[in-house]
């Protein structure tokens, strides 16, 4: 069964906005990671963060969790054309070497 | 930077043929990983490997096999090729256990099967 489940499915929005994509999972972790795909493509490791960690930054992404709700959001601040691409979470639940992946938020930027 | 290659992006094979598609990493990492990308269903894991010559089943083996003979290479293999399994495949690899096992992902392999 999927461990984590994105949301939400689609977003669509202009350049210069917001975008916020949120996952839940199921079972405790021991980090959850977020993926990008451009269309077509391989996936691409945007940001890791721990159990035990509640916010996270990287560049124009900031990633939150919640361990108590068993959730996650991602926020790409200040969009642009080139951030669209679906968006995937992934957890590790303790096999050091396994992720299960959600089903991933697919993000348009309109120019 | 890490480099995980697969040997095509695209392929066309006919039923009941027997498939290969191998994928290679440049990091010297233990683990790799096959996985199937279908539209709606998302990532799924086929198998994995954590050494050489060692593998594991992942979430729908059936009608797949792997190959690990080297530490860099892992094939796949689909002994007998079914339409239903036309799909995207990725491959990927991440560090040994006791890190943090961000994985690293090839380009994809888009197989059809006709």
């Known amino acids: 069964s999927q461990q984590g489940e994105e949301d939400p499915q689609a977003l669509s929005i202009q350049e210069g906005e917001n975008a916020t994509m949120n996952c839940s999972y199921k079972t405790s972790i021991n980090n959850l990671q977020w993926y990008r795909q451009n269309s077509g493509r391989g996936l691409v490791h945007l940001i890791l963060?721990?159990?035990?960690?509640r916010e996270k930054h990287s560049g124009r992404l900031r990633v939150t969790l919640d361990t108590s709700k068993k959730s996650s959001s991602l926020l790409i601040t200040a969009s642009r054309a080139a951030d669209t691409a679906s968006y995937f979470c992934a957890t590790d639940v303790g096999s050091n070497y396994k992720l299960t992946f959600g089903k991933g938020t697919l993000l348009t930027v309109n120019p | 930077d890490v480099k995980v290659t697969q040997s095509s992006r695209y392929l066309v094979k006919r039923t009941g043929e027997k498939v290969f598609l191998e994928c290679v990493q440049d990091?010297?990492?233990?683990?790799m990983f096959w996985y199937r990308q279908d539209p709606g269903l998302g990532l799924r894991l086929i198998y994995f490997?954590?050494?050489?010559?060692?593998?594991e089943k992942g979430d729908i083996p059936e009608g797949y096999s792997v190959s690990r003979e080297k530490k860099e290479r892992f094939s796949l293999i689909l002994e007998s090729a079914s339409t239903n399994q036309t799909s995207m495949y990725l491959c990927?690899?991440?560090?040994?256990?006791?890190?943090?096992?961000?994985?690293?992902f090839g380009p994809g392999t888009r197989l059809t099967v006709l």
């Open positions: 963060i721990r159990s035990n960690e």
């Open positions: 990091m010297d990492h233990e683990n």
């Open positions: 490997s954590y050494d050489v010559k060692m593998k």
């Open positions: 990927a690899s991440s560090p040994g256990q006791g890190v943090l096992n961000e994985q690293f």
